[in-house]
């Protein structure tokens, strides 16, 4: 079946690599810009979350809306207005998005949205699945008002998919470019004590994740987008050194030096998620890349 899908966050990285794929199998797609541009095969609207303002004809046509806007946690130190502007352009942006469709005429019947493994906060080794309560924190705060403001589109009669992300692992965006940095450069070493989980994904599977929920109508509810074996920080920077052929210091980066140049964004790099895939691998989800190592290696090879 072909859809029309309305793309929200379409020039991060996992919404450039989803539109691809999305015109790659045939569904037509069109995306909500605050900018002006012109993308191949994409139609683009306007909307400017701010000022509540929105381009009513984005909606004409579409089935499924896939929204990943938000602003970049890691894009500037956590300030209160920082964190403010954070939660808001997640909440906000969602209201939009059910106000605009509560006062017209559509057809849209799902809604599947970005979350993250944030929502968890610090765990330690505690198996994660979709039913552990939210943790304490920024993060954690920030997630459940994101998922709150996602599920009242309930209200709508929407089928709503919740996507926790974990670290998205490509070679040119996201983490896995400043993780890589210092290991080029021969600085390379675990972060604080090195044992925390890092719940990680490929971008191939967190990709193919959203076309697996818009495309079976019986996946609804909230699923950790994350690979079935989360590894420590230090597993990773090894696994990093032994494919860019770069030795790892036998310290780690103690986190005072962490908190001292991060303040409070430090807990995204030392916090520990140990996740569990279980919930989207019983709906018949198969992962491309279940190892780490076979990961970076497609990655960097």
Partial sequence: MRNHVLLTGATGMVGTALIKKLLQEGHQVSILSRHQQKISGVNVFLWDVQKAAIDESAFQGVTTIIHLAGENIADGKWTEKRKKEIINSRVESTALLYQTLGKIKHDVSSFISASAVGYYGDCGDEILTE??????????????????????????????????????????????????????????????????????????????????????????????????????????????????????????????????????????????????????????????FNQLEAALSDIYN
């Fill in 131 to 288: 039913e552990t309560p939210a943790g304490f924190g920024f993060l954690p705060e920030c997630c459940v008002a994101w998922e709150k403001s996602v599920d009242r589109g309930k209200t709508l009669g929407l089928r709503i998919v919740k996507l926790r992300t974990g670290v998205v692992l490509s070679k040119k965006q996201g983490a896995l470019p400043a993780m890589a940095q210092p290991i080029k450069f021969f600085a390379g070493a675990p972060l604080g004590t090195g044992t925390q989980w890092v719940p990680w994904i490929h971008l191939d599977d967190m990709v193919s994740m959203y076309m697996y929920a818009l495309k079976d109508i019986t996946i609804m509810g909230t699923f950790n987008a994350c690979a079935p074996y989360p590894v420590t920080n230090a597993t990773l920077t090894k696994a990093l050194g032994t494919v860019l052929h770069r030795p790892i210091w036998p310290f780690s980066v103690p986190s005072k030096i962490l908190e001292l140049l991060l303040g409070e964004m430090s807990v995204v790099a030392l916090s520990s998620t140990n996740t569990s895939a279980q919930k989207i691998l019983n709906t018949g989800f198969s992962f491309k």
